[in-house]
Every structure is written in structure tokens, then in C-alpha cells.
């Protein structure tokens, strides 16, 4: 039985490497080999300061009544604040998950409300006064690596629809399951809280995690479900990066679930980088989390709304490295990686 075990595996092997070689030879898709890893630079930039949604317009002063032959300045075209430009297919049905968003508002507490106006205390955080809107649509696609191959790809789609979010990870390999992970909450000018995070292998639910703010619980795992006390600030594996997109980190310690376990990362920003897409470099700021045996790192570019525009997780067993091709932000393309040109054969 090990033997026709150890048989398929290497099968199973073969055929990723040959699908691997086929679709970077071919022209399909877009590749980049990534390159060694290199050492950070030390902190020069700063992610962006961004506010949730702008403060609301104070209300106009009622118009003196004017003299004949006289017109009120209130009353005047195009005075005061303009109007917000209204988003492309806002009156459209939304689609998945935006639509699990507004499924997702409606079933879970009204914790906290969204602030008008961000605080920039936190020193990663440039001072800005007029702060740009923090995404409510954003999807970025990547290709994900396994050591020095092209182990498949996988797309990052976030969705806020008032004070709640929809966070939904999906990794395609070439070979094997689709592994799907969703995290939902509320979010504030404070950061994000979760409320539930759950994992799926193909359509099959696996680890969960359920964050219950109000008893300071945090219940976690698959088969057998544990429980251990909700610290302030927790987060999952994948809230962490909006939260650092949104707030940044102080360096202390956050409490993070995966699912299966639940760490005390100390989180801090190690260094920052070039993301060396091979045609054209983008500026990121590099968080490091390090457990006892897995470190996991976020690189965010503040020139994209502080998106994460690769993610490395390595283990004792192996590397993973998700690096972006497509940046898609409130449905404009902000970024993607060109199509190589197809090689031509020689005659």
C-alpha cells in the first residue's frame, strides 16, 4: 500500500512540473521566477494614512432672506462642498461576496460605527490631513510559488459594506484542491474585529474560528474544538493584513488563529523592499510574523492603497510565496502584471 502511495505521489508530482512547464512555455500566463531572497532596507517610507469614508458635509446654513434685485451666496450654483463621485455600477445588483457583505450586516452585531476621520498616532502611518478613502472593493490576483515553481494561483477579494467585511482567500493549485478562506467582521477607525474566520478544501469546511467579543472567547479548531481567551486585538491569519493595511502596527504582540492553532506573534515591521515585479519595481513595506516554527511575511505598497502585493509563509516543510499580477481597487485596475509575448518558433 506505501509502495502505490509513494507511486501516485510521484506521479502526482510529475504531472504538476509538466503542467508547470507547459503554461510558462506557452505564453498563457504572465510569470516571473521569483528572485533570491535579498536583504530589506531599512524603514524610509510609510504606509498611507487612509480614513474609512469621508466626514459628512456640515449642514448649510439657512439662506437670509435677500433684498430684491439680490441673490443669496447660498443659494449661488456650485457653492460649498461637491458632491462625491458617485462609484461605477453603485446602483447594480451586487455580486459575490458583496453580497455575502450585505448577508454578513445583517446578521451580526452593530458593534462599533465607522468614524468619519482616521487618527494617524501610529509612527508607520504618514501624518496626513486631507486622507484618502480606505478601499471598499479591492481584488488583487496572484501567482503562487512552491520553492522555484509556479505551484498554481490565487485571488485575494475584499468587500466592506457599511461597518462590516467580507474577506475571501482562494488558492488554485495546478494540482490538487482549492483551498478557500473567509474571514468576516466589523470594522471601525479602531481596525478590524472578526467575528467568524472559516477554512474550505474544495467545498468541505475545515478549521474554524469564532471570535466572541462580548463573553472574550475564542473558540477555534475542526474536529475537536478548543477555546481560549480573546485578547484584545486578535485576529486571524488573514484580517491581520487589513488591519496592518488600515493601522499599521505598533510592534506588540497580536494574538492570531489560523484555525488549527492560536499564536502570539510579535508583529513588527522589519525592513522595507522593492517587489520586483520584472517589469517595474513597487515600493513595500515588509511585517514580519514569527512564531516558534513558522514566520509568515505581509508586504504592503503604500502607492496601492497599502495592498498586500506578496505574502511569504515558510515552515519547516516548505515555502510558500503569493506574488501579485492583477491590482484591482473600487473597480479601478490600478495594476497588472503584461502578458509575455508568445515565443516564436523558429522555422
Known sequence: M??????????????????????????WLPSFAPPPDSKLDPISIRLQAMQLDPAP????????????????????PGHGQRPLK????????????????????SRLPQQEASAPQEDSRNAILSPEHALPRFPKVAQLHYQVFYGALM???????????????????????????????????????????????????????????????????????????????LQKGAQ???????????????????????????YQYPLTAVGQADFDTGFGKIHALVF?????????????????????VRIIRSDTRMKLDMRVTDIVIDDNSEWHLPKPTPRKHDK
Open 2 to 27: 506505501k509502495r502505490l502511495q509513494r507511486q501516485a505521489l510521484l506521479l502526482a508530482l510529475l504531472v504538476s512540473v509538466l503542467l508547470h512547464l507547459a503554461l510558462l512555455g506557452s505564453g
Open 57 to 76: 458635509a456640515p449642514p448649510a446654513p439657512a439662506a437670509k432672506k435677500e433684498e430684491k434685485g439680490t441673490m443669496s451666496v447660498a443659494a449661488l
Open 86 to 105: 458617485k462609484r461605477p455600477g453603485s446602483d447594480q445588483a451586487s455580486s459575490s461576496p458583496a453580497a455575502v457583505a450585505s448577508d454578513v450586516a
Open 151 to 229: 505551484a498554481g494561483v490565487a485571488i485575494i477579494d475584499w468587500q466592506r459594506s457599511g461597518n462590516h467585511y467580507v474577506l475571501e482567500s482562494r488558492i488554485r493549485p495546478i494540482f490538487g484542491p482549492t483551498l478557500r478562506y473567509r474571514s468576516s467582521g466589523v470594522i471601525s477607525r479602531h481596525g478590524l474585529k472578526p467575528i467568524d474566520y472559516q477554512a474550505f478544501r474544495n467545498d468541505d469546511a475545515r478549521e474554524h474560528a469564532h471570535f466572541d467579543w462580548d463573553g472574550l472567547i475564542l473558540d477555534y479548531g475542526e474536529d475537536n474544538r478548543q477555546q481560549v481567551a
Open 236 to 262: 486571524d491569519i488573514f484580517s491581520l493584513i487589513y488591519q496592518l493595511a488600515l493601522k499599521g502596527s505598533d510592534g506588540e504582540s497580536v494574538q492570531i488563529t489560523t484555525g488549527k492553532k492560536v
Open 288 to 308: 514580519r510574523a514569527s512564531g516558534s516554527d513558522d514566520t509568515t511575511e505581509f508586504w504592503l505598497a503604500p502607492d496601492f492603497a497599502n495592498q498586500p
